[in-house]
């Protein structure tokens, strides 16, 4: 079982940049998937960005492309997310989940607020 901590948020002005990572431990990192997904106050959580395990292969939502860029360093056991032109609908908890096979493991969430 993998064990997650998501670090890097903070409050940031409209236009600006913020790095997320997510640190994992006690497993064979470079197996598991790893997304971002953040949840607004009163709002569902959603996917907000994923690579994957194998071919390093990116996923990003559409309201986040051509702003946002996740990377993994298998040998760091880390996956960061580089957030850039940050808006204030980004503002949320982001969270880090790992996939392998049907398990999925949640870190605790870190805050991003964007200020306009």
């Known amino acids: 079982e993998v064990q997650l901590q998501a670090s890097g948020g903070g409050l940031v002005q409209a236009g600006g940049s913020l790095r997320l990572s997510c640190a994992a431990s006690g497993v064979t990192f470079d197996r598991y998937a790893i997304g971002w997904f953040r949840q607004a106050p009163g709002k569902e959580r959603e996917g907000v960005s994923a690579?994957?395990?194998?071919?390093?292969?990116?996923y990003y939502a559409d309201s986040v492309r051509g702003r946002f860029t996740i990377s993994r360093d298998n040998n760091k056991k880390s996956v960061y997310l580089q957030m850039n032109n940050l808006k204030p609908e980004d503002t949320a908890v982001y969270f880090c989940?790992?996939?392998?096979?049907?398990?999925?493991?949640w870190g605790q969430g870190t805050q991003v607020t964007v200020s306009s």
């Open positions: 690579i994957s395990d194998a071919d390093g292969s990116r």
């Open positions: 989940q790992g996939t392998i096979g049907d398990s999925q493991y």
